[in-house]
């Protein structure tokens, strides 16, 4: 199969809301598309969502199916677009935390990116795992036990991350590698939980 239908027969769910950095969702989601997948802006909203660009509010986005109506086991991997705004209200949805939270379980794939991974700290999920962010998140994921570095891409199993939206071409390149490999090792949430917990213990 030609590379670039490497996603063929793929659904990816993007998971987004108001204030959505537009480049960071509509970027990937056209690398997705070129590579054969099939992607679904996912919403606790309906119909559209206001996207962010250049520090002001640009265009909307069509919302194709609203978070109530899907399920994890719709998809075969999550895209978390970024944005301050846009993770930091959806991170507040108990709903989209557990929708995101299932891809883990289940050891789908997701790409994160820029202030994206707020959703994976709220989600319990980056104990022990290596990634990166925007710089403003370091100390939540060192808080929440994981490693943060400062690299344009990290990939850890199925997970992969990037800082800003500059690091696009290089974030989409993994992003369609470890979604075309498909399942990894799944991380229930009773280990992410005892993870967590371990680094609440004062160690003096």
Do not use: Y
């Not at 919403?43 to 996207?51: A, F, L, R, V």
């Not at 790409?111 to 994976?120: D, G, N, T």
């Not at 500059?166 to 993870?195: C, W, Y």
Request: aromatic share 6%.
């Amino acid at each position: 199969m030609a590379a670039e239908k490497q996603l063929l027969g793929k659904r990816v769910a993007i998971l987004a809301t108001d204030g959505v950095e537009r480049v960071e969702l509509l970027e990937p989601r056209k690398a997705l598309d070129e590579a054969g997948a099939r992607t679904v802006v996912v919403s606790p909203k309906t119909g559209k969502i206001k996207g962010w660009e250049h520090g002001q509010w640009g265009d909307d986005i069509l919302v194709d199916q609203s978070l109530e109506s899907v399920r994890a086991d719709d998809f075969d991997a999550l895209l978390l677009p970024g944005g301050v705004m846009n993770p930091d209200r959806l991170r507040q949805s108990e709903n989209a935390v557990q929708f995101v939270r299932s891809f883990f379980d289940a050891g789908k794939p997701v790409a994160a990116i820029c202030h994206a991974p707020w959703m994976l700290v709220e989600a319990v999920v980056v104990a022990g795992r290596t990634l990166t962010s925007w710089p403003s998140l370091r100390t939540d994921i060192r808080n929440a036990g994981g490693e943060w570095v400062d690299r344009e891409v990290v990939t850890d199993e199925g997970l992969v991350t990037s800082r800003k939206p500059d690091d696009i071409p290089a974030f989409n390149r993994k992003m369609i590698e470890e979604f075309a490999e498909g399942l990894h090792e799944p991380q229930p949430t009773s280990v992410r939980l005892e993870r967590s917990a371990d680094l609440r213990i004062d160690p003096r």
